[in-house]
């Protein structure tokens, strides 16, 4: 089933180790068949490069097991919750990256201090209150505080990110990890220049309208 789908999960899950967001097993991709509503995970404890299309594991809204021999990803709940409140959610990441966890250890949003974070995100990176791994309570805090950015730093775990599909939720936390190193170094430096928020807004829509083919 959904063997397109299976290879583009595979392969965006593959992108977390090669872009240094992930160590060992942590960490996972998913992606949401738009069609059928069934959704395509890493499977729970497996080394990045086992990974085939044939390891992921396909389950439905309900966290049914619908095809593969192994178990999906404990982050599974996280996941589904997002996808039953975020229709245009169709795919997601989950990552402990480095920089960008740290903020997240310490409760502190990563602010709307470079261009590149007011293009990407629109905004400062939120965030979210520190919830219990195993059921849907990652997944409500989520969807409470993300609000309109693609990525959220949840308290005490790491990074959540969100997009039209899989490829974008994992350019967002390649992104995220790549401005959370900057502005630790900022940080380092001295006290960040706050960036206007009607600036960061003309710049989110720039970004959004104009950047690229």
């Known amino acids: 089933m959904l063997e397109k789908l299976r290879r583009e999960v595979c392969r965006w899950n593959k992108e977390l180790p090669?872009?240094?967001?992930?160590?060992?097993?942590?960490?996972?991709?998913?992606?949401?068949?738009?069609?059928?509503?069934?959704?395509?995970i890493k499977p729970s404890g497996v080394v990045y490069e086992a990974l085939t299309p044939e390891t992921m594991v396909i389950v439905d809204p309900e966290g049914k097991r619908i095809e593969g021999k192994l178990n999906p990803s404990v982050d599974t709940p996280t996941h589904l919750y997002i996808y039953k409140q975020r229709p245009d959610v169709g795919g997601i990441v989950h990552t402990h990256s480095n920089f960008a966890t740290a903020f997240a250890a310490v409760g502190k949003p990563i602010p709307a201090?470079?261009?590149?974070i007011c293009d990407e995100f629109g905004g400062e990176i939120p965030v979210g209150k520190f919830a219990p791994i195993g059921g849907e309570e990652i997944g409500r805090e989520v969807v409470h505080a993300i609000g309109g950015s693609p990525a959220i730093l949840m308290q005490n775990h790491g990074v959540f990110t969100i997009g039209k599909d899989a490829g974008a939720a994992v350019k967002a936390a390649v992104m995220v990890e790549d401005i959370a190193r900057t502005v630790f170094y900022a940080m380092q430096l001295g006290r960040p220049i706050a960036i206007p928020k009607d600036m960061v807004a003309q710049l989110h829509k720039r970004y959004t309208d104009k950047y690229g083919q």
């Open 18 to 40: 090669r872009n240094g967001l992930v160590a060992w097993t942590s960490g996972n991709v998913s992606g949401r068949d738009p069609k059928t509503g069934l959704i395509v």
């Open 113 to 116: 201090i470079l261009t590149a």
